[in-house]
């Protein structure tokens, strides 16, 4: 007898792979994206019919309560909310897959030994995801602070509660009488996701939820192998791979290990460092200052950071943009790979202002630009241009690959108020000769700005 | 299914998942992690079994991650298509 029910989660497999293959570029990308979903209905419909015996009732609220917050979130959310929502997703992510391990744990068929081992890791893997993503969305939806989180003495809590979980899993595997070791299990794993996202700040977060993406991936999988299910398990590890490969990706992008972006804790308020934090003074200006330098220039790229987000200032960038255009200037946009606040943050909020994929650069394709470069307008970024990072051995930023805006002619460099970065320290590009500081609002900056260019 | 056998499918699938994950452009990295959110929505497939296995208790878990798993997936493609849809040239 041919197996419909595996044979279909194949089927939904290939679909998923190659709508992920899609994604590679944008004009492919959307109907990639309808593939995968297709092969998600698939598989769910295989899995419904797999058996005539289904709780049908239950599966339906279920579905039906779901689809409504899932299509609510989706409609509804700011594409400046975008990293909260993904932190979000993943956390639910990891939480069914928990759950459904859960469920398993109290299957009366005897479990074997494996299928034990299989259902503690899927649990703790499911449900650090889940509190670990909540703690997260916190923190970018402003309800938890956004600085690290520290206290006397937490790595060694940490350490304890490690040590604790694989015992109360190792308790679990071996079965007994009692439901405690369970239950352990599930409150230390819940509390432990809590207690390594808190101290993690918020410009690290790019990584984090690149990190919890690859659980929420890695619990998926883990519940196939509870399952014995391939569906799940082919599914689990493409999406742990991709959140592994981000995750990578965001670590080189600020020079730092994984290890210490979890152990970390940077973003603290640096102890002034050696003692000699030199004052830099700085050349503030005006956005009709700002007009008449660019009215002189021919190339123009404007660096968007976190601040263009906080401000919401993508579509007055993107009218800015339009303006110089207008006046006969090359406009390009610098994208930082942890600029934002997860990956390609900046991509989608400038995508949404309509400004065109093959204006926006990526690091190694804008770097050699700067220096042919009239006008480098930085807007809310800070250690993604400061150049420490090239020279100065002591500074916490020092390695990390940043934007070389101050190789361009003239930088405009727009901010709120003279306060340092998220790394915590002095940027000494606002100082430079070619630097004028417009502070402000981004976005009041930008429609200033553009109504000065305009009155050129 | 073996044990082997089933280790085999998740090496093979992350080695595909690299491979194909790594020509991804950073343009695209958001629509990617939340796409790929909405495919760890295939939990939903476990969560529809486990409605049926586990005696009571078993249901109700079983009813929760299909809701989980159902924002996970409905939301997560739907938000992906609307974030796809505004990348455009010029």
């Known amino acids: ?456 | 299914m073996d044990m082997i056998n089933i280790f085999t499918v998740f090496i093979l699938a992350l080695f595909v998942g690299i491979e194909i994950i790594t020509k991804v452009p950073p343009t695209l990295h958001t629509p990617l992690m939340s796409g790929s959110n909405a495919i760890s929505g295939i939990a939903i497939v476990g969560a529809i079994i486990a409605t049926k296995v586990g005696g009571e208790m078993g249901t109700w878990l079983g009813l929760v991650a299909v809701i989980f798993a159902t924002i996970n997936c409905v939301g997560g493609f739907m938000v992906t298509d609307r974030m796809l849809k505004m990348f455009k040239r010029k």
Do not use: W
Request: overall charge negative; some cysteine; charged content about 15%.
């Open chain 1, 1 to 456: 007898m041919i197996d419909y029910t595996n044979l279909s989660y194949v089927l939904a497999a290939i679909l998923f792979i190659l709508g992920i293959k899609k994604l590679s570029s944008p004009k492919t990308a959307r109907n990639g994206n309808a593939i995968a979903s297709v092969g998600m209905l698939i598989a769910i419909v295989a899995t419904l019919v797999s058996d005539g015996n289904m709780d049908y009732q239950t599966i339906a609220i279920g579905m039906i309560i779901g689809a409504i917050i899932g299509a609510f979130f989706a409609i509804k959310v700011e594409m400046t909310q975008m990293p909260q929502m993904v932190a979000i997703f993943n956390g639910f992510g990891g939480g069914a897959s928990a759950l459904v391990a859960a469920a398993e744990y109290f299957n009366p068929a005897n479990p074997s030994t494996f299928n034990a081992a299989t259902i503690a890791i899927s649990v703790f893997v499911g449900t650090l995801t889940f509190t670990g993503s909540f703690i997260a969305f916190g923190k970018l939806q402003g309800f938890v602070s956004g600085k690290p989180i520290v206290f006397p003495g937490q790595k060694m809590m940490n350490a304890v509660i490690a040590i604790s979980i694989i015992l109360l899993g190792t308790y679990t595997v071996m079965g007994g009488d009692t439901d405690t070791y369970f239950y352990g299990l599930v409150i230390l794993s819940a509390f432990i996701g809590i207690t390594l996202t808190i101290p993690i700040g918020g410009a690290d977060m790019p990584v984090v939820i690149s990190l919890l993406n690859s659980y929420s991936g890695v619990a998926a999988a883990a519940t196939g192998f509870v399952l014995m299910n391939n569906g799940l398990i082919i599914s689990g590890a493409l999406v742990g791979a991709s959140g592994l490969i981000l995750t990578n990706i965001m670590c080189k992008g600020m020079n730092r290990s994984l290890a210490n972006v979890i152990f970390g804790a940077v973003g603290l308020e640096q102890p002034s460092g050696d003692g000699e934090a030199k004052q830099i003074s700085v050349k503030s200006s005006t956005t009709e200052e700002a007009a008449m330098i660019l009215d002189a220039a021919d190339k123009v790229i404007i660096v968007p950071g976190y601040g263009l987000a906080v401000a919401q200032a993508q579509h007055a960038v993107r009218e800015v943009g339009e303006q110089l255009e207008s006046m006969g200037k090359k406009v390009l946009y610098a994208i930082h790979p942890v600029a934002g606040r997860m990956p390609g943050h900046m991509n989608v909020l400038l995508a949404e202002a309509n400004v065109p994929y093959e204006q926006l650069k990526d690091l190694d394709e804008i770097n050699g630009e700067f220096e042919t470069c009239d006008v480098a307008i930085v807007l809310g970024a800070n250690d993604v241009v400061n150049p420490a990072a090239r020279h100065d051995k002591s500074s916490p930023i020092y390695g990390m690959p940043i934007l070389d805006v101050d190789k361009s002619r003239t930088v405009i460099v727009n901010k709120r108020t003279m306060n340092p970065g998220f790394a915590g320290i002095q940027n000494e590009l606002f100082g430079f000769e070619n630097t004028v500081m417009v502070f402000g609002d981004a976005k009041d900056m930008l429609t200033t700005l553009h109504k000065d260019l305009k009155e050129l």
